[in-house]
Every structure is written in C-alpha cells, then in structure tokens.
C-alpha cells in the first residue's frame, strides 16, 4: 500500500469532508422524518400520500437528482448544497417510512393498557409510544446514516469533492490501490458513524439493554436493518 | 420554456428512435442489467435465506452482513472491478456490483417469509410426518412467497436506480443520458432519461405487487395449507401483515 | 394494508409521479443553460477581495496544471482557493461565465470550437489568434503554453498492420463495423462521430467509457471491444508502442495548446506568473508530469511543487 503512504495528506483530507458531507444529511432525514412519520402514523388518511410521496422520491436516481436540483431550486451547480440537499431528501424518504413503522411496531396491548393508566393523546406519545418506538427508529437512522454515506462518493460524477474522488482520479489513472482506498475509507466512516448512532442508542434508551425491547419491536427494527438501501 | 417540456420534447423526438443512442437499446440494456443480477441475486439469497429461516440461526450475521454491503459504495467497487477484470469484461463487474447491492434485501425476504409461518402450521406439518425439506419447500416456502416477492421488489427498485452507473464504464444502459446530459448541460437529455428510470422503476414496482397479491390469493384459497387465517393468533397475524409492508 | 388499498396505493404512486414530476419542472422555469447570477462579486474586480477561484476538468492531468498554477500564484502572493474536477467543458464555461471560477487550463482548439463551432483556424497561432474574440465577454485567454494535449484516435499495432491503416483518411476503405469509444460527450462534438463523417466520410458506432482515454479506453481498445479510442496525446502510454495513433490530414482536430482562461478584470494581474510557467511548458513536460501522476502515482500538488521547484519558479 505504497500510495496510502504517499497520499496521506489526501486521504486524511478527503475522508474528512466526507464525513462533514455526510453529517447534514442524516442529521435533516431524522429531523424531518420522524415528525412525518408521525403524521403519517396519526391520520390514516396520510400514511397513504405520505409513504407514496417517500417511495417515489426513492426512485429518482441520485446522480439525476444532484444535477436536476440546481436548476430546479436556483443555486450554482458547484455548489456543495446540491449533494447535501439531494442527499437530505434521500435520508428524509427512508427514515419517514422507518419512523412510521416504528410508531407501528408498538404493541398495541401497551398503547391500550397506557390509555387504561389515564394517558391521553400528545401526552401518551411522549410518555409511551415514542420511547418504545425507539430501538426501531435507531435501526432506520443506522441505515439512512450508512446509506449516505455510501452515496455522496457519487457526488464526484458532479464535481463535489469527496471519498468518491478517488474512485474516478484512481480510474483515470489506473492506480487500484487509490479506488481500494477510498472503498475501505468509506466503509470506515460508515462503521464509525454506526457504532456512533449506537453509542447514542444506549446512552438515550437505557432501557433497551438487557430483556427489554420486545420481540416485535426487534423484529421489525431487524427487518429495517435488512431490506432498506440506497439507490 | 420549462425543463419538463423540454424533457418531453426530447422524449417523443424522432431521433430517439432513428439517431445514436436509441430509446429501445438503453432500455434493453438497462432491463437487461437488472434481470440479470436480480436472477442471480436471488439464487445465492433465496437458499440462504431459506436455510436461515428454517433453522432460526444466523439472523444476525445476516443484520450484520446486509449492512456491511449496504456500506460499500458502488460507484466504487464498479470502477475497481472494472479496472481488475477489463472493460472487456464490464459487465461481469457491473453485474457483480448490483448482486451486493440486491441479495440483502432478497435474503430478508426470503428468511422473514419463512419465518413468518406460523409455528403450528410448521409444528402440524411436522406431526403428518413431513421432512425437514419437504417442510421447507412444501409449507414455509408457498406461505412465504409474498414476502420473498417483496424482497424481491426492493433489490429490483435499487438495481434500477443503481444501474445508472453502467454507463460509465462503458455499458450503457438509461445511465447514458444522464451522463451526457451532466457532461454536455443537457438538461432536456437529463430529465428525459431520470423520468425513464422512474417509470422503468414505477412500472416495476407495479408488476411485482401484482405478483404479491396473486400470490397472496393463492396462499388464502388454499384450505390444506396450514389452518384458515382467522383462528391464527391474532399479535402473528398482525404481526404478519406488517411484516410484508416491512419488506417494501 | 388490505389489498384493495395496495392496489389504490400504486395507481396513487402513479399519478403522483407525473405530478411530482410536473411540479418540480414546474418550478425549475427558466433557461438552466443561461449563466445564473449566482451573487458573486463577479464583474467588479472580485479578484482584488476574495481569493481567485482556479478550476480544473475532471481530468487528472488537467488537475496538475491547474494545481501548477495554484502553486505559482501562491508563490507571488496571490490568494487562490482550488475547485478542481469540476466536468467537462460545458460545465467548468459556464461556471466561468458565471464567475464562480476564475482560472482554468484550457486547451486552446477544443475551446475555440466550443464557441464558433464553424471556425476554420488550425494551427497553433490561427486557433490563438481567434480565441480571444471567441470567449464570451468578461473572460479573456492568455498566451498558449507550447505543451499540446489534443483528442487523438488509436488503435493497436497489430490492427494497423493488418488493415494497413495509420490515418483517419484510411479508414473509409474499411469494410467492418467502426467502434470508437470515448467520453460520453466526445459522441456530441465537432471532432468525435460527426466530425469522423463530415471530414472522413466515416461512420462509426459509438461506446462512451468514462475514463477520459485512461486504463478502461486502452484495455477497450486491446481487446477489440472497440476499434479506435480517444487517448489524449500527453498521456504517456502512447509512447509504448502498443498504438498507433491515427494522422489526422484534414486537420479535423484543431491544435490543443494549454492555454489559461480567466476572468478578464483578473487578466493584467495573473498574466506574468501564468506567463513565466506556460514558457516552461512544453508537450515533453506535460507528458512527464503526467507519467508522474500515472506511473509514479504521485499526487497532483506533489507533481506541481517539485516541477515548479525544478523550474526555478517556486
């Protein structure tokens, strides 16, 4: 690995802008998504129009969307809003449908005996629907937070500087080691920023060490864990 | 002037059919990308995941497994394997990147359909004297099915979207106008070819709900496989409803 | 979710698509092609405040020049800030235009015919002589380096004995499908599949590989998935034997000396140092530099540092 050696400076550089890159779109899907998931899990009527609109926005395909956005929302094409918001969109589709799911998979014998203790409306989702939704809320935001991740290298194709630089520099010049670089930089940012949302997890929600949780709940937050990915 | 109309005009344009880069090829070429790695996906996740389901062991390595794919970025690894096998042989790199990306998805349709079924159903089966197989492909398999085509569904909307990369190592593929369109400021070329992704996706999508609700129908009309829905416990059945929303 | 409702779910999917789609286009009116005011203090001296944006193409070896230039400038106390592999030409123009980049390499025939797509100039002194009144108002050229990196069309050794072709004029005798593999953008300009059929009476079908004439154009080139690959004539490998690099007698290319584009209020103050470099620059050197980055695999602003160092200019 003589060119790790020699590209330190690069490689050091790179991964930390990439990991800036990354941070504000995770941080906005979760802001955004979980008061939609909400909405969505509230009135019926919404969960519909809500999970279509997500599902569709997942469609478009990232590097279209990097290079539409300029145009669409006004801002110079070299501007490194055009990835973090494309990608903030990304993160928002994915977690709204995680979010949703989470305030689903809580058991609904305990929403009942809560409201039997006297809870009522807002007041029951804070206390009780909310904390319980959590692990699986954790497990979409692990996701969405890999996922970004993983798709800002394709940033590069439009002139934003990250990991993904040296996939198509290392291409152009047929140096293997620079591409291997950037793929094993990137999946280290991507651990990193997972055990990090872990950490976060156990520290909030104490109570999902050891027998808590819920088989249900797992399930589906094991199930988020699986079958979501980027586009 | 505004961009879709644009988009629409470069659509419907004859060239698209007679000029370079014909409508009908990309397409070919992206379908053909997507069923390809969609079918070999699937032969390397369904009895993986068949094997997980059925035995209850290994769930987490598949947790574990699906995210460290999830992690490796593809733009990467296509341009890696392509420099390593030869732009002669792209298309086995290309393939192989959107495997990674399809058999998490698969692999979890396929285990949480068979794990799904109702314990009973398996444990009844089990005292008619059927085997391990004929359990496995007689009872989990059928009832699992939706779930699977549900797997199926999502690795298919990611190999799609995904797809788009081709183009630059050479294949072609919808990726093409989107890449032109970048490179040239093409905006008409652009849209036009990110709405052809969307309804290529769109109408995939359809066509596997479709396969869904068949195959659904097909598991209910059927009176000898396992007990009539309504005298399942009702926390599994819900529990199974949710599930196939899951796995979209 | 009853099956009724899936059902419902998907025609809704589907009649949001074209909304969602109609309402985005909706909103992006307007030409995305004109040069947006994008706020900078473009137009009025923005050099003497802000620091000169450099650019460069997503291309390695035009990366180092821009990363020479960084490093001069610097060295004469100019503050520059770098916004390298931007894309290709209509990109990193319109961002010139547009001012959100100040400075960047160029080639001077490519750019020629960027503007005035019917220019007849050729040579070195013609394509220079009409550049400047060829640029868009409020960007200006400077004088061109001797280094040349232009489009070149090649095939293997072995392929041009068979066939006994060494010239895009020989091609017209040959019968066999023609695949030239390139740039995605390459298939749209003057000197790609249209110029081939305008100059040459050749058609060829055409496979865009994004490597900017790099390792995959090459392997495509050896192993016959394609016929003729554009390699740019600094890249070191050509020097290997394995290709032959087609004559161009009808002049078809215009000639491609690096030649610096920048915003014409910052012309006067970078011309000297831009100057001194581009004296120094010479296609052998452009090729080194370039067999630096490839074969050595050193990065870009090593390369820069120990050429301007070797040179004397830092």
């Not at chain 3, 380096?145 to 095939?155: F, H, I, L, M, W």
């Not at chain 3, 890249?235 to 007698?249: C, K």
Request: net charge negative; proline share 5%; glycine share 10%.
């Amino acid at each position: 690995m003589n060119w790790v050696g020699a590209n330190l400076d690069l490689v050091v550089e790179l991964t930390l802008t990439h990991a800036r890159l990354s941070i504000v779109p995770i941080l906005v899907g979760f802001v955004v998504a979980v008061p939609l998931g909400v909405f969505a899990w509230r009135f019926r009527w919404a969960r519909g129009v809500t999970l279509t609109v997500v599902g569709l926005l997942y469609t478009i395909p990232s590097l279209a969307l990097f290079v539409l956005l300029p145009p669409i929302i006004g801002i110079s094409f070299l501007s490194e809003l055009n990835v973090t918001i494309a990608l903030s969109i990304y993160a928002v589709a994915l977690m709204t449908r995680s979010a949703t799911e989470a305030l689903e998979s809580v058991d609904p014998a305990v929403r009942g005996a809560a409201n039997a203790m006297g809870y009522s409306g807002w007041g029951r989702f804070w206390a009780v629907d909310l904390p319980l939704a959590g692990p699986v809320l954790l497990a979409g935001l692990r996701v969405v937070s890999v996922s970004t991740v993983s798709l800002v290298t394709v940033g590069v194709l439009v002139g934003s500087r990250n990991l993904g630089y040296l996939f198509m520099n290392g291409l152009q010049r047929g140096i293997v080691a620079e591409i291997a670089t950037g793929i094993v930089m990137t999946v280290l940012i991507a651990v990193a920023f997972d055990l990090l949302l872990a950490l976060v997890g156990r520290l909030a929600m104490p109570w999902t060490q050891g027998a808590g949780g819920g088989r249900r709940s797992r399930r589906v937050a094991r199930r988020i864990a699986l079958t979501e990915g980027p586009t | 002037m505004n961009l879709f109309l644009d988009a629409l005009a470069w659509l419907t344009d004859p060239e698209r059919v007679t000029g370079p880069n014909p409508l009908a090829e990309r397409i070919g070429e992206h379908l053909w990308y997507t069923v390809l790695a969609l079918v070999v996906s699937a032969l390397i996740a369904v009895p993986l995941g068949y094997l997980i389901g059925h035995t209850g062991k290994g769930r987490q390595l598949a947790v574990l497994g699906s995210g460290a794919a999830r992690a490796l970025p593809s733009l990467g690894l296509l341009t890696i394997f392509t420099l390593i096998v030869g732009v002669g042989n792209a298309q086995v790199a290309a393939i192989a990147v959107f495997v990674i990306l399809g058999v998490p998805s698969i692999l979890a349709g396929a285990y949480a359909g068979v794990e799904a079924v109702d314990r009973s159903v398996v444990d009844a089966a089990r005292a008619m004297g059927m085997t391990e197989t004929q359990i496995l492909f007689r009872v989990e398999a059928p009832l699992g099915l939706p779930l699977l085509l549900g797997g199926l569904r999502s690795a298919a909307l990611q190999i799609i979207a995904t797809a788009v990369l081709a183009a630059y190592v050479g294949l072609g593929g919808l990726g093409i106008y989107i890449q032109r369109g970048i490179s040239l400021r093409t905006y008409d070329e652009m849209l036009g070819g990110a709405i052809l992704i969307v309804l290529l996706a769109l109408i995939v999508d359809a066509l596997f709900a479709i396969a869904e609700r068949v195959a659904r129908r097909a598991i209910g009309s059927a009176p000898s496989r396992g007990r009539p829905r309504s005298e399942r416990p009702e926390p599994l059945s819900t529990d199974r409803q949710s599930t196939l929303e899951e796995i979209r | 979710m009853s099956i009724r409702t899936v059902r419902k779910g998907r025609l809704a999917t589907g009649a949001f698509a074209v909304g969602a789609v109609l309402a985005l286009a909706a909103c992006g009116s307007g030409d995305p092609l004109a040069p947006e005011d994008t706020g900078s203090e473009s137009g009025d001296g923005g050099a003497a405040t802000g620091p000169i944006v450099i650019g460069s193409q997503a291309y390695y070896s035009n990366e180092i020049i821009a990363e020479i230039y960084a490093q001069a400038l610097e060295a004469d106390g100019f503050e520059v800030e770098r916004q390298f592999q931007i894309g290709q030409r209509d990109v990193y123009m319109a961002a010139m235009e547009d001012g959100s980049v100040q400075l960047i390499p160029e080639y001077s025939g490519n750019l020629l015919q960027f503007y005035d797509a019917e220019t007849e100039a050729r040579s070195t002194e013609d394509v220079a002589a009409a550049l400047p009144d060829a640029v868009p108002d409020g960007l200006a050229v400077l004088d061109p380096a001797d280094a040349q990196d232009a489009d070149s069309y090649n095939v293997t050794a072995a392929f041009s004995e068979e066939n006994g072709i060494t010239s895009l004029a020989d091609l017209a005798d040959f019968d066999g499908t023609l695949t030239v593999g390139g740039n995605a953008e390459l298939e749209s300009r003057p000197y790609g599949p249209p110029g081939l059929s305008e100059f040459y009476g050749v058609d060829v079908e055409f496979v865009a590989i994004g490597d900017s004439g790099g390792p995959l154009t090459k392997d495509a080139i050896r192993d016959g998935t394609i016929t003729m690959g554009d390699i740019y004539t600094a890249d070191p490998d050509l020097a290997t034997g394995d290709f032959v690099t087609l004559e161009d007698p009808e002049s078809m290319i215009l000639a491609q000396n690096v030649t610096p584009v920048v915003a014409a209020d910052l012309a006067e103050a970078v011309t000297p140092t831009l100057d001194a470099v581009n004296a120094l620059l010479t296609t052998e050197e452009l090729i080194a530099l370039n067999a630096s980055s490839v074969n050595d695999q050193q990065d870009s602003a090593t390369i820069a540092t120990a050429w301007l160092t070797d040179n004397g200019l830092l």
